[in-house]
């Protein structure tokens, strides 16, 4: 089993930043894909950011593609997502998320991730 909890998610005005961090703990050697998800109100979930582990082979959504960027410490494993230029269009629950099959050559969808945190909101006001 895999946990990942999630921090790091506030209210912050448009153009500013934030860094979301996710604690990855459990049988973290099971695991082949990290990614980043955020589900707005109303609004189907969808992936922000996804990589095979620490940061190798990253992928982005086109709408955060250039502001967005995931990355993995090798020491403590908590995966980041640092976040610049955030407009209000960037207003969802962000969850991290961890799949046991690889990514390293493709993107996964949504059913292969395996383990999910519980989320965080990140709130953007204009």
């Known amino acids: 089993q895999v946990q990942l909890v999630e921090s790091g998610g506030g209210s912050v005005q448009a153009g500013g930043a934030l860094r979301l961090s996710c604690s990855v703990s459990g049988d973290t050697y099971s695991l082949s894909c990290m990614g980043w998800f955020r589900q707005a109100p109303g609004k189907e979930r969808e992936e922000v950011a996804s990589?095979?582990?620490?940061?190798?082979?990253?992928r982005y959504s086109a709408s955060v593609r250039g502001r967005f960027a995931i990355s993995q410490d090798a020491t403590t494993k908590i995966l980041y997502l640092q976040m610049n230029s955030l407009n209000t269009e960037d207003t969802a629950m962000y969850y991290c998320a961890a799949a046991r099959t690889s990514c390293y050559h493709g993107s996964l969808a949504l059913a292969d991730f395996d383990y999910w945190g519980r989320g965080t909101q990140v709130t953007v006001s204009s």
């Open positions: 990589s095979y582990p620490y940061g190798h082979n990253a």
